[in-house]
């Protein structure tokens, strides 16, 4: 079984930073992709942003040039560090692996990120 554990979240303000951190343990060969989804009250889960094994990231719009998504493949640990934060991306993010040949979803538990105005 492969397990997610996310760390990083908590309240700040709004122009703030939080890095959250992503551990991947377990038993498998590599990991795909890794990547960071959020939910906020009432809306659907979406992409953050997500890294390739080789360092290839992609961003959701709003979150681009405030964002950044590295990964230490060593580690199977993926960050995101987040910059300039504003109270619309207050919400529960979660971790996501694809592992394997077939690209197997794993979630972690969420963390939540709360940033006042």
């Known amino acids: ?10 309240l700040v303000q709004a122009g703030g930073s939080l890095r959250l951190s992503c551990a991947a343990s377990g038993r498998f060969f590599s990991i795909n992709v890794m990547g960071w989804y959020r939910q906020a009250p009432g809306k659907q889960r979406e992409l953050v942003a997500d890294i390739t094994s080789g360092g290839y990231a992609n961003y959701e719009d709003s ?3 405030r ?3 590295s990964r230490d493949n060593a580690k199977n640990t ?4 987040m910059n300039s934060l504003k109270p619309e991306d207050t919400a529960v993010y979660y971790c ?3 592992i394997g040949p077939r690209g197997n979803n794993y979630w972690g538990q969420g ?7």
Do not use: C
Not at 1 to 10: F, K, P
Not at 78 to 81: H, I, M
Not at 111 to 117: A, E, F, R
């Open 1 to 10: 079984q492969v397990h997610l554990a996310e760390s990083g979240g908590g």
């Open 63 to 65: 979150v681009k040039g």
């Open 67 to 69: 964002f950044t998504i």
């Open 78 to 81: 993926v960050y995101l560090q």
């Open 96 to 98: 996501n692996a694809a």
């Open 111 to 117: 963390t939540q990120v709360t940033v006042s105005s």
